[in-house]
């Protein structure tokens, strides 16, 4: 199959290491792997913070890159949601026909990291060796915008050498949503005090999830206080192979 991969800004920029894991991981099952040079963001941030004009622009730059490919595959829970539930009001807003047309096309043909593998491709068993003891974060998106359920933690659980520990509420939110955690520090911290808390009780090695926000201001909190606690994304962690030591 001939994936196409919207890798995001945050993993752009911050966390390039996901990215390749998620070729690593698409090329080791047999798949062909397009990165269009040309994208950007997806404007989720834009949105959130009510910059209506950019986030259209950046729409229709995303419908333009994205046109010809024939599955998208994003390692965000958030930007996926953007895409897939998002995008289409913003179509329909404008009224333009050829435009809702485009993007319906467009968030159909789109699949979060996870999803694509499990529900895509139908597996769990990727053939990843990872032994740590893990603990698995879910995204607000994750769990609402995308109703992933059990879908990355069946992941996990057909890793080889894997300690996988339930978090306690998992349920709840980290704390980050993107601009909220600006705009509303002083809750965005106690909120992700209370995950850090959750984490630490399992005595896990990594905490991992499906978004490197989330995993951006949980990994910032296990680091200030010197919890010697690493997050990772958990395409790195299905790509990881025992030969990769």
């Known amino acids: 199959m001939r994936v196409s991969l919207f890798v995001t800004c945050i993993t752009d920029t911050m966390y390039p290491g996901t990215g390749q894991a998620v070729v690593r991981l698409l090329e080791r099952l047999g ?3 397009e990165f269009p040079a040309d ?27 994205f046109a010809d490919a024939e599955t998208i595959v994003v390692p965000s829970t958030s930007c996926t949601a953007m895409i897939r539930h998002t995008y ?12 809702i047309e485009q993007v319906a096309q467009i968030a159909a043909r789109t699949h979060e990291f996870s ?14 060796y990872y032994p740590h003891r893990v603990t698995y974060h879910s995204s607000c998106n994750s769990l609402r915008s995308l109703k992933l359920g059990s879908a990355p933690l069946d992941l996990l659980r057909h890793v080889r050498g894997i300690d996988l520990v339930e978090l306690a509420h998992t349920e ?19 909120m992700m005090a209370d995950k850090i808390r959750h984490i630490l009780n399992t ?27 690493r997050v990772v ?13």
Do not use: W
């Open 88 to 99: 289409p009001l913003i179509a329909a807003a404008t009224g333009e026909a050829a435009l």
């Open 233 to 245: 994304h958990l395409a790195e962690i299905l790509a990881a192979t025992e030969a990769a030591g």
């Open 115 to 128: 999803e694509f593998i499990t529900r895509k491709l139908g597996l769990l068993d990727v053939g990843a």
């Open 39 to 65: 994208q950007t963001c997806c404007g989720q941030m834009h949105h959130n913070s009510g910059y209506a004009p950019e986030t259209l622009d950046l729409m229709r730059r995303f419908v333009r890159v």
């Open 31 to 33: 798949h062909e792997i």
């Open 172 to 190: 709840e939110c980290c704390g980050f949503g993107g601009t909220f955690a600006v705009k509303n520090a002083e809750i965005s911290t106690a």
């Open 203 to 229: 005595g896990a090695e990594i905490c991992t999830a499906g978004d490197n926000s989330c995993l951006m201001h949980i990994g910032g909190g296990l680091a200030r206080l010197r919890t010697g606690v």
